[in-house]
């Protein structure tokens, strides 16, 4: 359940350096991926009601990681989370390595992931292939 950064000078990636940091899809990576972010995004250069938003765009982004990316496989692959700055615009990154899955077509109390983060973001990017999938997430500040 480790999470890894890229080596550097042994402290955490801090705004507006670029973050990015990897764990295992599973559940409980989730909350310190989550976490990471919080502490990257916290500071007085953003509002707490847009860190709340991303942060909870992410973690249903990392969610929908640990549970739909790795249905067809025996074991859990890993999931990464960037992020970085664009002049005025936060753009944060959930990839892995694993199947993208479409949506089901009976009921269900699910699916509801992708269009909560789009409310919460102003844009949501998602790239599939056979590598694993990649959602952006994108917020434009000063709006």
Do not use: Y
Request: glycine share 10%; charged share 25%.
């Amino acid at each position: 359940m480790a999470t890894t950064e890229p080596p550097g000078n042994g402290t955490a990636a801090q705004w507006p350096d670029p973050l990015k940091v990897s764990a295992a899809a599973e559940g409980g990576c989730v909350r310190l991926l989550r976490r990471r972010l919080a502490q990257w995004l916290r500071g007085d250069h953003l509002g707490e009601d847009v860190v709340e938003d991303l942060v909870l765009a992410v973690s249903e982004a990392l969610e929908n990681c640990c549970d739909h990316a790795f249905e067809q496989s025996s074991s859990a692959g890993t999931m990464t989370l960037s992020a970085r700055l664009v002049e005025q615009t936060v753009l944060i990154t959930v990839a892995d390595d694993g199947r993208w899955q479409q949506a089901g077509t009976g009921p269900s109390h699910r699916g509801r992931g992708l269009a909560m983060m789009r409310e919460l973001v102003d844009d949501v990017v998602i790239e599939t292939g056979p590598d694993g999938t990649q959602l952006a997430l994108i917020r434009h500040l000063g709006r």
